[in-house]
């Protein structure tokens, strides 16, 4: 596309982030270095970006976007101002173009912020020029939040609340600590910068780096380090493929404050209806994807019994498949049991007996398909 053929420039948009981004690189260093800024600024500016952060991932994202989970409309409140706050648009309008995404993940033309378009183009480039005509003013694929007064309050009052947010808790907090411009440059416009770029880098780099354990059918990555720094977005392969699970880190130690947020604020009846993806699905997506890696790796060996080796891995393949169905099908029955208290009855300690024996199966059927899969890397 020349330069006479590209679609508009918005504005806005570009001030907003040309400004900011001036702001938060040469003026905030030079308060700092004048005047200093002290602990309440600091922790004011932290607290700030995990409260915005966090709205957007938690409420936007993952309630609104994906309705991983329902919660209390003072949850949905709190999240509307904050996601506000992050300037990020209205729920409605975010929610609309990240769906459109992940329905056309990739797709030129289609995906929003597509990471074939390189870098820079789905970072941040997509919300410089009008690409899509009717971004803004098509909502048909977000008829249900239509129907959420908070996410139409919102979007109708977007301006006043985003002002009011991104001035006026500032500035309180501000003058509350004596020194109103201190805290409106740290907790107000860096810490704004901060939560773009955090937002973007899920855009961008988690479509870029990092691996793909769960599908290769579009350029979502998983990577902890992402994680870390995007309030557990980071596993975006897992995402990509698991959508509606209220998780992104599925397993206890990968970093998910969203997720912990979400289930913490279940224990207390904020949220509720968290909703996951079966285990079964989790780890059959996986197996697809270790047992593709190794058939290419035989299939480009040039070794001279590949076909043996294609035959074993899709036997083994198979066989483990059929163990998980079966094993999955016992752990079912086992749950209910345990739900109707029957483990101490005849029927539960049968029950009880198959689960363990199938789960013992399968363990040993994990590590003989990978010993094989491994082994076929190394010959690779």
């Known amino acids: 596309m020349t330069q006479s053929t590209k679609p508009p420039l918005i504005l806005t948009?570009?001030?907003?982030?040309?400004?900011?981004?001036f702001i938060a690189l040469f003026l905030v260093p030079l308060e700092g270095f004048i005047n200093g800024f002290d602990w309440v600024e600091i922790i004011a500016c932290i607290f700030l970006i995990w409260f915005s952060g966090m709205s957007i991932t938690a409420g936007y994202h993952r309630l609104w976007s994906h309705k991983t989970y329902d919660a209390h409309p003072i949850v949905k409140a709190v999240f509307a101002i904050g996601g506000a706050m992050a300037l990020q648009n209205s729920i409605l309008h975010w929610s609309s173009d990240h769906r459109v995404h992940h329905k056309h993940v990739d797709t030129n033309g289609k995906d929003p912020y597509s990471a074939k378009k390189g870098f820079w183009f789905s970072h941040i480039g997509w919300m410089l020029r009008e690409y899509q005509a009717h971004r803004y003013d098509d909502y048909n694929n977000c008829k249900d939040l239509q129907k959420d007064k908070i996410v139409m309050w919102q979007h109708n009052h977007y301006l006043a609340i985003m002002l009011g947010a991104n001035f006026g808790i500032p500035m309180l907090l501000g003058w509350l600590n004596g020194d109103i411009l201190g805290m409106l440059l740290l907790a107000g416009v860096f810490r704004l910068v901060v939560v773009h770029h955090i937002t973007f880098f899920i855009n961008s780099l988690a479509h870029i780096w990092g691996r793909?354990?769960?599908?290769?059918?579009?350029?979502?990555?998983?990577n902890g380090f992402i994680a870390f720094f995007t309030f557990g977005e980071g596993y975006h392969n897992f995402h990509h493929i698991f959508e509606y699970d209220y998780r992104n880190g599925i397993r206890w130690w990968q970093f998910d404050p969203t997720k912990w947020l979400i289930k913490g604020l279940s224990f207390v009846q904020l949220t509720k209806n968290l909703r996951k993806c079966p285990e079964e699905r989790i780890e059959k997506a996986k197996l697809a994807m270790q047992l593709k890696r190794a058939q290419m790796k035989a299939e480009n060996s040039g070794l001279s019994n590949k076909d043996e080796?294609?035959?074993?891995?899709?036997?083994?393949?198979n066989l483990?498949?059929?163990?998980?169905?079966?094993?999955?099908?016992a752990k079912r029955r086992f749950m209910d049991a345990k739900k109707r208290a029957l483990m101490q009855t005849y029927?539960?300690?049968?029950i009880s007996f198959k689960y363990k024996e199938l789960k013992a199966s399968v363990a040993l059927q994990k590590d003989k398909w990978l010993c094989l899969s491994q082994l076929?890397?190394?010959?690779?």
């Open 347 to 350: 029927e539960g300690l049968e």
């Open 13 to 21: 948009n570009a001030l907003v982030f040309g400004i900011t981004g």
């Open 376 to 380: 076929n890397l190394q010959h690779a």
């Open 320 to 329: 483990l498949l059929a163990k998980m169905t079966e094993f999955y099908q």
């Open 309 to 317: 080796i294609l035959a074993k891995l899709e036997s083994e393949y």
């Open 212 to 222: 793909q354990p769960y599908t290769d059918t579009n350029t979502a990555r998983d």
